[in-house]
């Protein structure tokens, strides 16, 4: 059963901004760390970044560092986690996955959403 559901994907210009959403139940998502993955056709998917289920650490691959940020809101009844992208690069081209991790973001999470489609046309 998909627990996170991500939105906000689409078509944006290199050089533009784009924020993506997930939205999952509190129960359990308020105690997992939190973050997004990617893939692009015939590659596998990649880490982008995450954020500590306690909201005080983030870490990021080295291509998008510096560029896209990991927030998380915390609700009565849902956590919401963004993604916001800045400075796009056709290279930025994938599908993003929510994930969530019970334990370490260093392991592979636990649980994905279905995914949104970034296009970043040059």
């Known amino acids: 059963q998909e627990q996170l559901v991500e939105s906000g994907g689409g078509l944006v210009q290199a050089g533009g901004s784009l924020r993506l959403s997930c939205t999952a139940p509190g129960q359990p998502f308020s105690t997992y760390s939190m973050g997004w993955h990617r893939q692009t056709p015939g590659k596998e998917r990649e880490f982008v970044g995450s954020i500590s289920w306690t909201g005080g650490s983030t870490y990021y691959s080295d291509a998008v560092k510096g560029r896209f940020t990991v927030t998380r809101d915390i609700g009565k009844d849902t956590v919401t986690v963004y993604l916001q992208m800045n400075s796009l690069k056709p290279k930025d081209t994938a599908v993003y996955y929510c994930?969530?991790?019970?334990?370490?973001?260093?392991?592979?999470?636990?649980?994905w959403g279905q995914g949104t489609l970034v296009i970043v046309s040059s």
């Open positions: 994930t969530a991790y019970s334990q370490s973001v260093m392991q592979l999470p636990d649980c």
